[in-house]
């Protein structure tokens, strides 16, 4: 288990993109240890709802912490590889060590599965909460222009109306100047 497990973390360290990760979510032998109980818990025998519940928080938390797909396949790879040496190197028979790297692809694909549709489902998750809110703010980027159109078609109206009064303002003026001017002139 110990050399399965540094041989793992020894050829994710030299990913520079996934060292990123895990520096900026956690520490290296606390993946350690979680990726051994993983494997443990693996090769017990019961995958039941508690085991599959487990696989779908670890993909989403790896969902959130930015962890892609696309690493998984060269990590699931890695884990075969590791398994199929130690089995290799075992003295049983040829029949013995293919079944059990049968048992051990197996095991590792539904693992895989278990965690690609926890991926697929989280992501479509996230998807739809991103059209919601997509969604929302084109309704309220729409209501607000809807607002200032209406602010503007009334302030648009009251510069009218303030520029009628102004032509009012300036009438009553010119007529209250003409009849000023008859009436300084009998004064006079």
């Known amino acids: 288990m110990d050399h399965i497990i540094e041989t793992f973390y020894s050829s994710i360290k030299m990913q520079p993109g996934l060292r990123h990760i895990i520096e900026a979510n956690s520490f290296v032998d606390r993946l350690k240890q979680t990726l051994r109980s ?12 508690s085991f599959l519940q ?10 959130r912490i930015g962890l892609q797909t696309k690493w998984y396949m060269p990590a ?32 590792l694909n ?33 209501a607000v222009s809807q607002e200032l159109a ?3 078609e009334e302030t648009s109206a009251s510069i009218k109306e303030l520029a009628q ?9 010119k007529d209250g100047k003409v009849q000023a001017n008859p009436s300084e002139n009998h004064s006079l």
């Open 110 to 142: 539904l693992e895989q599965q278990i965690v690609f549709e926890a991926y697929k489902n989280e992501n479509e998750r996230l998807r739809q909460e991103y059209l919601a809110q997509k969604e929302k703010l084109t309704k309220q980027v729409y």
């Open 165 to 173: 009064q102004s032509d009012s303002i300036t009438q009553i003026t």
């Open 38 to 49: 993983h494997i443990e818990e693996l090769f017990d025998g019961r995958i039941n709802e």
């Open 150 to 152: 209406a602010t503007s």
């Open 76 to 107: 699931f790879q890695n884990l075969l590889n590791s398994m199929t040496d130690m089995i290799s190197a075992q003295s049983w028979t040829a029949e013995e060590k293919v079944a059990a790297i049968g048992t051990v692809t197996k095991l």
């Open 54 to 63: 487990k696989r779908f928080r670890i993909a989403h938390d790896h969902v």
